[in-house]
Every structure is written in structure tokens, then in C-alpha cells.
């Protein structure tokens, strides 16, 4: 995980097996860790596979909804993956001291990432780097830190990540096409049933346009 530092203490949010906080700790990238899940069954089985690594002593381990108990951790590194991104924006909205310069989030929302992003920025976070990543599907990695500054995007920074466009990431094409079968699908619903498709529309446009010059560069 290219976005965690060394030497700090990490929080993974939603840890289910620990895979995470286990490779970071045992590559001596952090100091030590808390996996922490809101169901006690991952947590159970993250408990056991920390035993079996060696790394008990290093890496706590909490049942607990988000980010609820975990500021006593101290955690500088959050790793919150395998969610939805409105409810990513609202464990950190529940978590205000994670509004903290010290502190870096990395996220991997599994839908909404343009909910995630307006929330992040509206909030005062400022997108450090952002990149794609494809095991079955194309996902999104957001790595964020507070400064306090309101900012706003485009619905296409918003949706698809400002660096990810600026870069032409060699995920993007592939990302676009996902989302526009999605939006198409939502403009056709839209229109049969009289509804207004506009925004639909005009993304759709937006994401031809961005794809057509991918094409060009390739």
C-alpha cells in the first residue's frame, strides 16, 4: 500500500481478516495498528489470524461501528476500503478528530466515490493523490489530509478523480466505460419515465469526450 507511511500507527477500518494491518506491521511500514469491524465475527477472525502471524503485540483489535473508540489508538494512517462512499463521508463525519493535519486517510469507497470526494473537500480535506486499481472491477483509491481549505471540483474530478484524468491513467478508460453504462442506463430510466435526464446527459458527453482523447493518445 503505496500511501502508508512508515513508522506510524495505522486504524483499518472494517478490517475483516486483518490482511492489511498484518502485511503493514510485519514489513515494519507501522510501528503498530488497531483492526477494528462493527461486526464481531470479522473481528473474531482478525484476532486469529494476528495470533497466528505473531503480531498480537503489535496490532489491536476492536469491535466497534467506524471510527466510534478508536481516537485513544492515536492513529495517523486510517484505511477505510470495501464501503460505500457515503458511508465512508459519514464514519469520518462521526470521527471530527480526524480533522488533524498529523492524520492521513486512504480510502477505497465501492460506489459514490463523487459523494466521498464532495464531502472531502467541502470538509477541508485536499486530495493528495488519487489512483485506480483492477482486481474483478476497476476501484478508486483516495489518499486525503486535512488543511482546513474548502474547496469544490467538477462533476468529473468528482466522479473520476482529478490525478486519475490529469495522468490518463491506463485504468481510466476502463473506469469511464463502467459509469457510462450506469448513466446510461439511469438517463433511458429517467427519460421513459418523464423525468428530467440532464445531468445524466451531460456526463454522458463528458465521459465520450474525455475517452475519445484517450483514444487519440493511445
Known amino acids: 500500500m503505496p500511501y502508508l507511511r512508515r513508522g506510524k500507527v495505522l486504524s483499518d477500518v472494517g478490517t475483516d481478516h486483518a490482511h492489511l494491518p498484518i502485511y503493514a506491521c510485519r514489513e515494519g511500514i507501522c510501528v503498530r495498528a488497531v483492526a477494528s469491524d462493527i461486526n464481531r465475527g470479522p473481528v473474531e477472525n482478525a484476532r486469529r489470524n494476528i495470533a497466528a502471524a505473531g503480531l498480537a503485540d503489535k496490532i489491536a483489535t476492536v469491535c466497534t461501528p467506524g471510527l466510534d473508540g478508536i481516537a485513544q489508538y492515536e492513529p495517523e494512517d486510517i484505511t477505510i476500503f470495501g464501503m460505500g ?4 463521508a459519514s464514519i469520518i463525519d462521526a470521527a471530527p478528530w480526524t480533522r488533524d493535519a498529523r492524520i492521513r486517510l486512504v480510502l477505497q469507497p465501492m460506489s459514490h466515490a463523487e459523494i466521498l470526494r464532495a464531502y472531502l473537500l467541502e470538509n477541508g480535506f485536499f486530495m493528495l493523490d488519487q489512483t485506480l486499481v483492477k482486481e474483478d472491477k476497476v476501484y478508486q483509491i483516495i489518499c486525503a489530509e486535512y488543511d ?4 469544490t471540483e467538477d462533476d468529473m474530478a468528482l ?7 490529469e495522468r490518463m491513467h491506463p485504468l481510466l478508460g476502463e473506469l469511464l466505460e463502467g459509469k457510462r453504462r450506469l448513466l446510461q442506463t439511469s438517463a433511458d430510466g429517467k427519460r421513459m419515465g418523464g423525468k428530467d435526464a440532464a445531468f445524466e446527459l451531460g456526463m454522458l458527453a463528458q ?5 475519445a482523447h484517450i483514444q487519440e493518445k493511445e
Do not use: M, P, T, V
Open 148 to 151: 482546513g481549505q474548502k474547496r
Open 207 to 211: 465521459i465520450d469526450a474525455l475517452k
Open 85 to 88: 462512499g457515503e458511508l465512508i
Open 159 to 165: 466522479w473520476f478523480g482529478s490525478h486519475n484524468i
